[in-house]
């Protein structure tokens, strides 16, 4: 069994910035996607940024320009740094990994809170 746990929310004006920080953890033999969805209260989640181990990447339209997502492979672990965050950003962001365990897996964080204030 995968565990991701995900840090580095937080309240923030508009403007401001948040780094998201997610660990994976667990009998893992290798991780292959890495990604940050998000839903806001009364809207469907929707992915925010991917990254795979070969380092390909894709952002949703509305994020470009202003997020970045990372990863430390030695670390098991994935960023989101989020810059110029606008009211909109506002949502509870999910950590996803998916790859190989004993079997082919996929985990979702907990999820973390984002708000940005006008």
């Known amino acids: 069994q995968v565990q991701l746990v995900e840090s580095g929310g937080g309240l923030v004006q508009a403007g401001g910035s948040l780094r998201l920080s997610c660990a994976a953890s667990?009998?893992?033999?290798?991780?292959?996607?890495m990604a940050w969805h998000r839903r806001a209260t009364g809207k469907q989640r929707e992915l925010v940024a991917a990254?795979?181990?070969?380092?390909?990447?894709n952002y949703t339209d509305s994020v470009k320009g202003r997020f970045t997502i990372s990863r430390d492979n030695a670390k098991n672990t994935v960023y989101l740094q989020m810059n110029s965050l606008k009211p909109e950003d506002t949502a509870v962001y999910y950590c996803?990994?998916?790859?190989?365990?004993?079997?082919?897996?996929?985990?979702w964080g907990q999820g973390t809170q984002v708000t940005v204030s006008s």
């Open positions: 667990g009998s893992i033999l290798s991780i292959d996607t």
């Open positions: 996803y990994a998916d790859g190989y365990a004993s079997t082919w897996y996929y985990s």
């Open positions: 990254i795979t181990s070969g380092g390909n990447i």
